[in-house]
């Protein structure tokens, strides 16, 4: 199979990958809000409460030879995307 065939499945079965723009750098009170806001759950138990939340990361990030970065996505599910 040849990898523009590959890349035409991919597509058609709905993944996406295009080339991430530049993060914008936080300011500097949105860092002390976002330190504060992490500083204020240091405290919560790990069991009873960090035990119950989910971490999940459907995306994959490449950094390509040429330093460009690159995401995909999967498909949408029951039309709706998740982040």
Not at 37 to 59: A, N, Q, T, Y
Request: glycine share 10%; proline share 4%; charged share 30%.
């Amino acid at each position: 199979m040849s990898k523009r065939t590959l890349q035409r499945a991919l597509r058609a079965e709905g993944y996406q990958r295009r080339v991430i723009r530049k993060a914008i750098g936080l300011r500097l009170p949105n860092k002390r809000n976002r330190v504060a806001w992490c500083r204020g759950k240091l405290h919560l138990p790990v069991i009873g409460f960090w035990d119950r939340v989910i971490f999940s990361d459907e995306g994959k990030v490449e950094v390509a030879a040429n330093k460009q970065s690159t995401c995909g996505e999967g498909p949408e599910k029951n039309g709706t995307r998740h982040a």
